[in-house]
């Protein structure tokens, strides 16, 4: 998950220097502030997203929506299944 949050953080500092040069910043100050403007944005709404996803994963769990336990089986259809895993895929 780490390695994702690195990614979308360099790819919104990208986008925010092609903007500040699309927008024609004369100064460096200006590239520093758009910057800090949608980064630090960025790092707000992944927050807020990930606190809200967690409110939702508890309430979910506490209205029996979802189980947790690893008994659960993962399959949709089990007549897929292959019980030999080298002829699963032809």
Known sequence: MLVVAVASFV???LLAIFKAYIDRCTEFSGYVKTITYYL???VAVSGVS???GNLVERLIEELGLFE???NVSMAVI???VSM???VAYY
């Open 11 to 13: 790819c919104v500092g």
């Open 40 to 42: 630090t944005t960025a």
């Open 50 to 52: 990930y606190a809200v």
């Open 68 to 70: 947790t336990s690893s």
């Open 78 to 80: 089990p007549e897929v």
């Open 84 to 86: 030999n895993p080298s």
